[in-house]
């Protein structure tokens, strides 16, 4: 196929691929997102393939290796079509029943459903699982159709559709109005309004525009950035080029993480089949219209995915950001006018202009419209990524569709914003989720992980890691944020390790202070926040680490006491072989002797862990 | 790595000064690391100083100076697996390594790391070695894990243990 000239020619084209694919057709698609692969699915997809090349003959069995479905917990997934059988946790030895059973036969292998975990009901349909039934997946949707090498299956379901409609039924300036009155606001951290953003950049003087894509995920514990440039990049694609066109940029970059080599790969990909369809590259589908798109890696800094110093990135300097009297809309890369949305924020792009701000705005609350995508990690069941309206609450999120807290536990807190957000306790899990609902208790919608704690998580704790992320990856540019961190880790090191003071609390939150309002970026900027979220509602948990030198949830481990109770220690010895240094001692009991309960030595003890982990029989106790 | 595939790198990115970035990862995907004769022909042949190469080097994290082991065994630090106790994975590969993040073993055979998030949050807490993932990792489980990275003499002491 060479290059489309108009949006006959795309239409026809597209009409052409439609008529190939029978829709009734069996085809089973093997979830081949990053976390499926940590779970085996390449062993299965080639077991699958070597089913179907033994006994399909010709049958016409299609097999599609997609991106993420998002239900990473039951990994590898394999959903079969037209039905929409979903099996989970599935093995290589399972495809050839698999294609037995149901594709040959029509019937369900019951062992690999999915099983309500309350009813205890056997769940057939992708559809009808609790994890996707709460969830509006507009987005994230077509993650699990389509093969995200082959631009055909986006343009099977409709894609670049909107792209004609931008180009050739609405000026630039209608474009902007439309995103403007879908109040879409960035997916990437800060929620301000794209289509402002889109006006201010087309207004600033200057001939030649750059618009970019931030694909830096720099949150740890998120990874939706990254499912949806894996396993749909045509949607971010096509965002963008509609947003080149309504800003008037005709060059565009990527910039992706380092640490994300698949999503390089098929955002490469992407490029280069638009291109080649004439989607892309000059005169896009004869409108008259250029615009190209170039990748650009991170070098793997967290900071390095604020705006200013991503640019920075890209011109080849040191990724540090740089004071923003003049914004970026006007003077961004090599001084030209700029536009960064985050990669959902692009993707959200060809809906609106597709289906119209007046659909996309029936979704969402007052201030914040459409979907919003969370990763759902932590103490949770049903760990994945979640696609839901906004506003809707955290418990819906985290017990209708995340099935609640494993292993019986309490929940305790919810993190949102990533190492710039906060910890919205239990006692706010009716809080309906959107940006300034999320912004008034004190945390923060950033990009989107969500990260589920339980009782066994200790808040103290949460708040050392955060500020240990943020000393190591503040560039050191300003001092408050330097200096702050560190001496905000330093105290927070004092507490759980037993050398805290109460005047430690006053000092944090005076130093919290002074980072926020003295720090350029927002990376200093938002610095405090988990320490203040968590002071905030977990005072006591603090307190008694300073008081008692306790640390209730067993986290800290200066903190701890291991104890061996004599009475229930069976002997057996596998304690004192786990210990790295030799600290436990007594003697193995076997058929001949008698043996002697096992004891740590304390003075040797480094507190590893590793007795307890290995015990079978809870002889081990934690203090 | 020779001057002329040093050069074929350069002229993939265009002979252009802002795909420094790019230039470096390249040639620490081949080295792994940045030996400094590399550093040198590329702040040559870019008309780059010495110094800004340098500093782009030592900035980002993807990017070393120091040799590194045959296998790179890699922490998810990640906030995702900090709650699921990755802290505790890596005081025990440190512990089995016998070198702290950043280090390379003495025989050069494993290369310690941490990093932010892998993107497989829900398999942590997650350990990455030379690119593949181990899921659902606890202390117990790193002996076992390492052993297959071993080199042979390590191995068979490893294996006489076990
Ligand atoms: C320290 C820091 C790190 C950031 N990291 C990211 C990131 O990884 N991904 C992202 O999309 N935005 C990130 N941002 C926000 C960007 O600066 C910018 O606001 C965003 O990409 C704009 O896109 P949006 O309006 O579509 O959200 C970061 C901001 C700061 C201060
Ligand atoms: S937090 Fe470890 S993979 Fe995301």
Redesign the interface.
Known sequence: MGRLSSPQELEKYREGIRRRRDPHQAFITVCGGTGCHASGCHAVVDAFKKVIQEKAKGNGVGLRVTGCHGFCERGPLVVLHPQKVLYQRVKPEDAPKIFEETVLNGKIVESLLYEHPTTGEKIVSEEEVPFYKKQMRIIFGNNGSIDPAQIEDYLAVGGYQALCKALFSMKPEEVIREVKKANLRGRGGGGFPAGLKWEQCRNAPGEIKYVICNADEGDPGAYMDRSLLEGNPHSVLEGMIIGAYAIGAHEGYVFVRHEYPLAVVNIGIAIQQARELGLLGKEILGSGFSFDVQISRGGGAFVAGESTALMATIEGNVGEPRAKHIHTVISGLWDRPTNLNNVETWANVPLIIDRGADWYTQIGTEGSKGTKIFSLVGKVNNTGLVEVPMGITLREIVYDIGGGIPGGKKLKAVQTGGPSGGCIPESLIDLPVDFDRLTEVGSMMGSGGMIVMDESTCMVDVAKYFMNFLKDESCGKCTSCREGTRRMHEILMEITEGRGTLDHLDLLEELGWVTAEASLCALGGTAPNPVLSTLRYFRDEYKEHILNKRCPAKVCRALLKYRILSDVCTMCGRCAKACPVEAISGKVKTKKEKGIPFKIDEQKCIKCGMCFESCKFEAIEVQ | MTQSEIEAIIERYGR???????IL?DIQTREKYLPREALEYVGEKLQIPLNKIY??AT?????SLMPRGRHEVCVC????????GAQ?VL??LK?ELGIAPGETTKDLNFTLET??????????P?VAID?Q???KM???KVEGTLKQFRSDKKKEAADGKA
């Open positions: 252009k000064e802002s795909s420094i970035l790019s990862q500093r782009i900035f980002y994290r993807a990017l630090m990640g906030t995702a697996c900090h709650v699921r505790r005081d025990q512990l990093v932010n998030c892998l993107g497989v949050c829900a398999a942590g997650v690119g993932y181990f899921g606890n202390p117990t």
